[in-house]
């Protein structure tokens, strides 16, 4: 069994930062990608950002320049670091893990979510 949990989420001002932490534990051999998905209210699920094992990174237009992936492979853990963060990001923030277990099967892992709000 894999699971897929994220922190880190909460309140922040327009402008301002939060740092996002997805955690995968469980029998894993090896992640290929991890990535960041939002969904506000009303809205579908957005890609916002991905990075593979080998640290190559993709973002959606709407927050490239703000937001940074990143992962540490040893810790099986990726960050999502907003910064100047607008009101159009408030969402729930969903991360997902692709990867192999160590019995050779392939998983595709999506946490619980945390709640992304920003007002002033």
């Known amino acids: 069994q894999v699971q897929v949990v994220e922190s880190g989420g909460g309140l922040a001002q327009p402008g301002g930062s939060l740092r996002l932490s997805c955690a995968a534990s469980?029998?894993?051999?090896?992640?290929?990608?991890m990535g960041w998905s939002r969904q506000a209210p009303g809205k579908q699920r957005e890609l916002v950002a991905i990075?593979?094992?080998?640290?190559?990174?993709n973002y959606s237009d709407s927050v490239k320049g703000r937001f940074t992936i990143s992962r540490d492979n040893a810790k099986n853990t990726s960050y999502l670091q907003m910064n100047n963060l607008k009101a159009e990001d408030t969402a729930v923030y969903y991360c997902?893990?692709?990867?192999?277990?160590?019995?050779?099967?392939?998983?595709?892992?999506w946490g619980q979510g945390t709640l992304v709000t920003v007002s002033s």
């Open positions: 997902n893990a692709i990867g192999r277990t160590t019995r050779g099967y392939d998983f595709d892992k």
């Open positions: 469980g029998n894993i051999f090896s992640i290929y990608r």
């Open positions: 990075i593979s094992n080998g640290a190559v990174t």
